[in-house]
Nanobody, 130 residues
């Protein structure tokens, strides 16, 4: 069964930075879009960012993370990164990546909602606290 593997989480002080990785090497990443989502205890899963690997690499960000987070892809390693700067305590959550697709012959912009993503990794914990 194809899997995604997240890494890079940890404990960071407010204002600090982390870079998360989503290893999608089991997939032909060029046929998929990848989304990053987060879920805090007692809250619903929230979209953070996504990248349309299948469609020219366009990106989307939640308003709450714009100008602080950057999503990118390494097409050689088939890994998607989420660089997070100026982290805030409300960013404490389990961060997971998911695949939208496959989109063979049908590239499209990445979807903001979790319902469009089929395969998920186990997540990585991010804790922002002093």
């Amino acid at each position: 069964q194809l899997q995604l593997v997240e890494s890079g989480g940890g404990l960071v002080q407010p204002g600090g930075s982390l870079k998360l990785s989503c290893d999608a090497s089991q997939f032909g990443l060029r046929f998929y879009n990848i989304g990053w989502f987060r879920q805090a205890p007692g809250k619903e899963r929230q979209g953070v960012s996504c990248i349309s690997v299948s469609n020219r690499g366009s990106t989307k960000y939640a308003d709450s993370v714009k100008d602080r987070f950057t999503i990118s892809v390494d097409n050689v390693e088939d890994t998607v990164y989420l660089e997070m700067n100026n982290l805030k305590p409300e960013g404490t959550a389990v961060y997971s990546c998911g695949t939208q697709g496959p989109l063979l012959g049908n590239p499209r912009p990445c979807a903001p909602g979790a319902e469009s993503y089929r395969v998920w990794g186990g997540g990585t914990q991010v804790t922002v606290s002093s």
